[in-house]
């Protein structure tokens, strides 16, 4: 199974609009609270919808109803290393 895909939101009615839409929709979406470091006031804690609908999907429902879509960004491998010379370049010929 995937990952759930991460909808954040400030608006509690917003976050509960978008997974009734979700779930209408045939998708699993769950909704919860989430907590930012440093943030004491639990009123200041944006709602976090979660689901297994496709990113288009969720990403879309985002720009609708002023939130954001929290991916991860997987970093990529890094490339193996370049092959360089051992020996200094010789510019002049003996």
Avoid: N
Avoid at 14 to 35: C, F, H, K, N, P
């Amino acid at each position: 199974m995937m990952d759930p895909v991460r909808g954040i939101f400030f608006g509690e009615d917003d976050a509960r609009a978008v997974v009734a839409r979700l779930v209408a929709d045939g998708y699993d979406a769950r909704l919860q609270r989430e907590r930012l470091a440093g943030e004491d006031d639990d009123e200041d804690h944006p709602w976090a919808v979660l689901t297994d609908a496709p990113e288009l999907v969720l990403e879309l429902l985002v720009d609708e109803h002023d939130g954001w879509l929290d991916v991860d960004d997987e970093e990529e491998p890094a490339p193996a290393p370049l092959e360089l010379p051992t020996q200094p370049r010789r510019i002049k010929r003996s």
